[in-house]
C-alpha cells in the first residue's frame, strides 16, 4: 500500500471542458471522460456477499464501452443490513479471489471501477435483517429500531474497513452512499431522525455522522484512492431533507478530503416518489449543483435524468457540473460513450403500457442479468415477466443468505 502524504485540496477548471475531456480529481487521479455509470443495485451477487461470473462481466462490457467509471451500488461492510439479498459483502470472509477478478475486469480501457459503501439501515430488506435507523419507525408494512449510540458509532470505522479493504483488493475508490433513503440519508434528514442526542436536531448535529464517515474512510486508504460521496440535493418528502439543508451539508464537507461529490436526490421508502419517474423532462438537480459550486472545491457530478448526448455535454460545458452520472442509459446499451463520441444516436428508452410497483426496477435489473450473460439481444420479457423473475430470484438469494451470515 502506499505511503500517505499530506493533501491538498485541488480546484477544478471547468471552462474550457467538453464530455470527452479528461478530468483530473483532487487526488491526482484522472477521468478519461466526463461520465461516469452511476450506482445501481445490480443484484447480481451470489446470495453469499460474492461477485458471481455475470457480474463481472457486466462491469467489464461497461469498461469496454468507454466510461470513465463505474460504480457498484450498496456494497456492504456489515451484512446484518443488506439493502438486497444480491448485494455484495466486502468484510474478512469475502471470497478475495473473486473481488479482484471484479476489480481487474472492471476496470480494462482505462475504465476506473469504484464501490458504494452501502448501509441500508431503516430500509434493510426484512427477511434477513433487523432494520436499525436513527430513530424507530412503526409503519403496518415497514419499520425498525432507533440506532444505540454505540451502534452509531461504530458506523465510520465500519465503512473506513471496506475501504481499505476494497482498496487492497485493486478497486479504484469508493463511493459513500448519503442519498436515496438509506442510513447516512435517514441521518441527514429531519423526517427520519428525530433524535435530541449529539446526531439529531439541527443539520449540523445530523450530518455529524456523515462527516465522522468521510474522515475515518479518507484517513484509512491511500492518498490515489478516490474517496466519493452521494448526497440528496432534497429527499422530494413532505418533512425530510431540504435543499438549503442540504447546502450546509456540502459546506460541511469542504476541506473533508472528498475527490467527488455526486448529486442526486429522492428515496426509497416505501409511497415516495422516484426521481426516475418525475413528471419534468430532462436533468435534475442541475440547479442544486450550481449553488453547490459555490460551496466546495471538489469535483461535482450530477446524476438524475440524463437520457441524450447533448443533455450531458450542456451541463458540463456550462461548468454546472463536471461529470454526468447515468444509469438506465447504460443497461440499454453499454456501449454508450464510445457511441457518442463516434456520432452516433441516443439510446432509445422503453416505454411501458402499464407500470406496477416495482416494475421499472425489475425490469432493468433482469436486462442487466442478460447483458451479464451477452444475451441482451435474444431476450424480450414484458414488465410483469421481469418482475415474476425478479422475485424468483430474490426468494432463492434470500434463503443463501441466511445460511451464509445466520440470520435467524
Not at 129 to 137: K, L, N, T, V
Not at 356 to 375: C, H, N, Q, V
Request: hydrophobic share 40%.
Amino acid at each position: 500500500m502506499e505511503v500517505k502524504t499530506p493533501r491538498k485540496t485541488a480546484l477544478h477548471t471547468t471552462s474550457s471542458a467538453s464530455l470527452f475531456s479528461p478530468l483530473t480529481l483532487p487526488n491526482g487521479r484522472v477521468l478519461k471522460n466526463r461520465i461516469i455509470k452511476s450506482a445501481m443495485s445490480d443484484s447480481l451477487g451470489d446470495g453469499q456477499g460474492n461477485p458471481t461470473p455475470s457480474q463481472m462481466r457486466l462491469y467489464e462490457r461497461w469498461a469496454e464501452g468507454g466510461l470513465a467509471a463505474s460504480i457498484i451500488g450498496e456494497v456492504q461492510g456489515d451484512p446484518r443490513y443488506p439493502e438486497k439479498p444480491g448485494n455484495l459483502v466486502l468484510n474478512e470472509a469475502a471470497d478475495e479471489t473473486a473481488f479482484r477478478n471484479l476489480a481487474r475486469r472492471g476496470a480494462t480501457n482505462g475504465a476506473q471501477l469504484w464501490l458504494q459503501l452501502g448501509h441500508a439501515g431503516a430500509m434493510a430488506h426484512l427477511p434477513i435483517s433487523q432494520p436499525r435507523g436513527p430513530s424507530a419507525i412503526d409503519f403496518p408494512d415497514f419499520r425498525s429500531k432507533a440506532m444505540s449510540i454505540a451502534e452509531i458509532r461504530a458506523v465510520p470505522d465500519s465503512f473506513a474497513r471496506t475501504a481499505l479493504r476494497a482498496a487492497e483488493l485493486g478497486f479504484g475508490g469508493v463511493q459513500i452512499h448519503a442519498a436515496h433513503g438509506f442510513l447516512l440519508s435517514q441521518f441527514l434528514s429531519p423526517l427520519f431522525n428525530r433524535r435530541s442526542d449529539a446526531y439529531g436536531g439541527s443539520i449540523q448535529a445530523r450530518m455529524r455522522l456523515l462527516i465522522e464517515t468521510v474522515e475515518a474512510v479518507r484517513a484509512s486508504v491511500p492518498s490515489d484512492f478516490v474517496v466519493a460521496i452521494k448526497l440528496n440535493a432534497t429527499d422530494q418528502l413532505d418533512g425530510g431533507l431540504t435543499e438549503g439543508d442540504a447546502l450546509e451539508v456540502v459546506a460541511g464537507l469542504e476541506g473533508k478530503g472528498v475527490d467527488l461529490l455526486d448529486i442526486s436526490g429522492g428515496t426509497y421508502f416505501p409511497g415516495a416518489p422516484s426521481s426516475s419517474e418525475r413528471a419534468t423532462t430532462g436533468p435534475y438537480f442541475v440547479e442544486f449543483a450550481r449553488a453547490a459550486r459555490r460551496l466546495i472545491s471538489a469535483p461535482l457530478m450530477v446524476t438524475g435524468g440524463f437520457k441524450r448526448k447533448e443533455e450531458a455535454e450542456a451541463v458540463v460545458q456550462s461548468g454546472d457540473a463536471d461529470v454526468v452520472g447515468m444509469a438506465r442509459g447504460f443497461v440499454l446499451d453499454p456501449y454508450m460513450p464510445a457511441k457518442w463520441q463516434a456520432g452516433k444516436s441516443d439510446p432509445s428508452f422503453p416505454r411501458f403500457a402499464t407500470l406496477p410497483p416495482g416494475g421499472m426496477t425489475a425490469w432493468f435489473t433482469m436486462r442487466m442479468t442478460d447483458l451479464g450473460e451477452d444475451r441482451e439481444d435474444q431476450v424480450h420479457r414484458d414488465i410483469g415477466e421481469a418482475i415474476k423473475e425478479y422475485e424468483k430470484r430474490d426468494e432463492l438469494r434470500v434463503a443463501q443468505w441466511k445460511k451464509r451470515f445466520s440470520v435467524p
